[in-house]
């Protein structure tokens, strides 16, 4: 691990702006826990608020929404390396997880163990939450847990929820990185032992539960939170890659943006297959400026460039979603064509080469699908 660092504690380059939770922590939170939440960031009324232009989401998994991927800006690379920066030396600063202590970071869950700890600020959530970024006052430092005691790994940033997707671009590049927040969390009735609800090899409840609907959770008794705390962003300096270092678990993972989509039966989550569904909830969908397309020319331009992966009329594709019968939108078929990688990182459909003339013909085929 980086050694505690003197120079590290002023900043050469700062971010900083105008415009909480650790997801790490996939455990029941209990009633105290949440008084504690609450004292930190003051959200009791604002948890479930909405403002603004919505941010366009997707669900990584039934209790993960996570934003989309952008198309890069001038400017987001140096903004977002100044950043790592920033949280590189913040990690060499606190190290000691008593430096970090001694400066007002407190564990979050101070009676429960974790394999990975979080501790937060109470007075930099406050400033995050109402509207400032700082890339030097981090919500959290991540630590991980082995036998040897607790290790720095990284910093997490928040937002409130009423942060919109302007916002929370202007506080970390999102065309480099991924905001997420935590839903769909059904709390446990009194009854039911902590450890039967949340800690079982199948639980019902809490971030990893099979419960993640409204109805399903009352039919257990339990109490329904459809959005936990805020938005939030780890930064992990010292991964080896830049896919790593911006990952929501510190790796290169691709499931952070894989074009999965959830389907719920009776609080049981199911992954549908890639051919089924579309990368992200089609109200979730952007839409691009079209003009109006002849369909009939459209359906030749598909099959040229499309139907290998979709499908026949856009059915049953052997690597790509269906599109038929999904009630695109021409203008939304127009905006996977010109940015797949803005819906899904991991696509590989490729940036087809055609004019603007055969781009509203093929997505006013494609909008017709039944």
């Known amino acids: 691990?980086?050694?505690?660092?003197?120079?590290?504690?002023?900043?050469?380059?700062?971010?900083?702006?105008?415009?909480?939770?650790?997801?790490?922590?996939?455990?029941?939170?209990?009633?105290?826990?949440?008084?504690?939440?609450?004292?930190?960031?003051?959200?009791?009324?604002?948890?479930?608020?909405?403002?603004?232009?919505?941010?366009?989401?997707?669900?990584?998994d039934p209790h993960m929404e996570i934003t989309l991927r952008r198309l890069p800006q001038p400017g987001d690379a140096e903004r977002a390396d100044a950043i790592?920066?920033?949280?590189?030396?913040?990690?060499?600063?606190?190290?000691?997880?008593?430096?970090?202590?001694?400066?007002?970071?407190?564990k979050?869950?101070?009676?429960?163990?974790?394999?990975?700890?979080?501790?937060?600020?109470?007075?930099?959530?406050?400033?995050?939450?109402?509207?400032?970024?700082?890339?030097?006052?981090?919500?959290?430092?991540?630590?991980?847990r082995d036998a040897s005691g607790l290790h720095i790994v990284g910093v997490m940033y928040t937002a409130s929820n009423l942060a919109t997707e302007a916002e929370l671009d202007r506080r970390v590049p999102m065309s480099i990185g991924t905001w997420h927040r935590h839903v769909n969390f059904c709390?446990?009735?009194?009854?039911?032992?902590?450890?039967?609800?949340?800690?079982?090899?199948?639980?019902?409840?809490?971030?990893?539960?099979?419960?993640s609907t409204r109805a399903a959770c009352d039919a257990e008794n339990g109490s329904f939170s459809p959005i936990e705390f805020g938005w939030m962003i780890h930064v992990?300096?010292?991964?080896?890659?830049?896919?790593?270092?911006?990952?929501?678990?510190?790796?290169?993972?691709?499931?952070?943006m894989v074009g999965e989509h959830m389907h719920h039966h009776d609080g049981e989550s199911v992954v549908a297959t890639a051919s089924a569904v579309l990368p992200i909830p089609l109200d979730h969908l952007p839409s691009a400026t079209i003009a109006s397309g002849d369909p009939n020319h459209g359906a030749r331009v598909f099959a040229q460039n499309c139907a290998s992966c979709h499908g026949a009329s856009g059915r049953a594709?052997?690597?790509?979603?269906?599109?038929?019968?999904?009630?695109?939108?021409?203008?939304?078929?127009?905006?996977?064509?010109?940015?797949?990688?803005?819906?899904d990182v991991s696509s590989d459909m490729p940036h087809l080469a055609i004019s603007d003339g055969d781009l509203a013909d093929v997505a006013a085929y494609v909008s017709q699908l039944k």
């Open 108 to 144: 979050f869950l101070p009676n429960i163990e974790l394999p990975q700890e979080h501790f937060t600020k109470a007075g930099f959530a406050r400033e995050a939450w109402f509207g400032t970024f700082d890339s030097t006052h981090p919500t959290s430092l991540i630590y991980d």
């Open 1 to 60: 691990m980086v050694g505690y660092c003197e120079a590290a504690v002023k900043p050469v380059t700062t971010v900083r702006q105008r415009t909480w939770y650790p997801s790490g922590m996939r455990l029941m939170l209990p009633g105290w826990a949440f008084a504690l939440l609450g004292l930190v960031v003051l959200v009791t009324g604002h948890r479930f608020a909405v403002a603004g232009m919505p941010v366009t989401t997707k669900l990584m």
């Open 187 to 211: 709390w446990a009735p009194a009854s039911v032992p902590m450890r039967d609800a949340y800690f079982g090899a199948h639980p019902k409840f809490g971030f990893d539960g099979s419960i």
């Open 317 to 343: 594709g052997p690597d790509a979603p269906q599109l038929a019968g999904q009630g695109l939108a021409a203008g939304q078929v127009a905006f996977m064509v010109r940015n797949p990688g803005t819906i």
């Open 236 to 256: 992990w300096p010292n991964a080896p890659t830049q896919a790593a270092i911006w990952s929501i678990h510190g790796d290169d993972e691709q499931h952070d």
């Open 84 to 106: 790592v920066a920033d949280a590189r030396r913040l990690v060499a600063q606190y190290a000691n997880v008593a430096d970090a202590e001694r400066d007002g970071y407190t």
